[in-house]
T-cell receptor, first 114, second 118 residues
Framework: QKEVEQNSGPLSVPEGAIASLNCTYS??????FFWYRQYSGKSPELIMS????GDKEDGRFTAQLNKASQYVSLLIRDSQPSDSATYLC??????????????FGAGTRLAVHP | DGGITQSPKYLFRKEGQNVTLSCEQN?????MYWYRQDPGQGLRLIYY???????QKGDIAEGYSVSREKKESFPLTVTSAQKNPTAFYLC?????????????????FGSGTQLSVL
């Protein structure tokens, strides 16, 4: 079982619609979760981080976390063509020595069409 | 401006050749990481370093080597032992330390190096 799983897509939504991206993780003790957006050939950029069960909103983005179900999601409201990218889910995992690493899912490709 | 600089942007390797990817940061971060990304796959950790003169293998270290002689620099060498080196390589750094959750957690990425085999 992969540690972080995402549907690879592509997820195609019309402009103005809500895009829903899902992610499941295997380590029950994980506490920190992140959503990154990555355009083709570019490095990932952090969109949202979430640590507590429930919803966290930032502009058009809402992250949802359910630790009991080991599930985290990202909602994008009023989707725009510029939102077309690959969205990576990441989970923090501790390293010996005090720092942490991020374990990434394979990403979901989102296509927003006019 | 503070950030992470990776070079070159594109790199070509001949069979049997070692190549080195550069990563420099001026963020004063202790922890630095190298990730590899293949098409349709997530980022996989190659090596990481939490302090100068110390580094540890990640999940896919075979065929790679690193050094950390200065806090600012964490170069990655792709050796001839790496039989499938074609990938997008990302360097990252962070100042966030410890197991406690902190709202300041962020992994800073460089712009990446696309490595291809000739």
């Amino acid at each position: 079982q992969k540690e972080v799983e995402q549907n690879s897509g592509p997820l195609s939504v019309p402009e103005g619609a809500i895009a829903s991206l899902n992610c499941t993780y295997s380590d029950r003790v994980s506490q920190s979760f992140f959503w990154y957006r990555q355009y083709s050939g570019k490095s990932p950029e952090l969109i949202m981080s979430i640590y507590s069960n429930g919803d966290k909103e930032d502009g058009r983005f809402t992250a949802q976390l359910n630790k009991a179900s080991q599930y985290v999601s990202l909602l994008i409201r009023d989707s725009q063509p510029s939102d077309s990218a690959t969205y990576l889910c990441a989970v923090k995992s501790p390293l010996s020595g005090g720092y942490n690493k991020l374990i990434f899912g394979a990403g979901t490709r989102l296509a927003v069409h006019p | 401006d503070g950030g992470i600089t990776q070079s070159p942007k594109y790199l070509f390797r001949k069979e049997g050749q070692n190549v080195t990817l550069s990563c420099e940061q001026n963020l004063n971060h202790d922890a630095m990481y190298w990730y590899r990304q293949d098409p349709g796959q997530g980022l996989r950790l190659i090596y990481y370093s939490q302090i100068v003169n110390d580094f540890q293998k990640g999940d896919i270290a075979e065929g790679y080597s690193v050094s950390r002689e200065k806090k600012e620099s964490f170069p990655l060498t792709v050796t001839s032992a790496q039989k499938n080196p074609t990938a997008f390589y990302l360097c990252a750094s962070t100042s966030a330390r410890g197991g406690q959750v902190t709202t300041n957690e962020k992994l800073f990425f460089g712009s990446g190096t696309q490595l291809s085999v000739l």
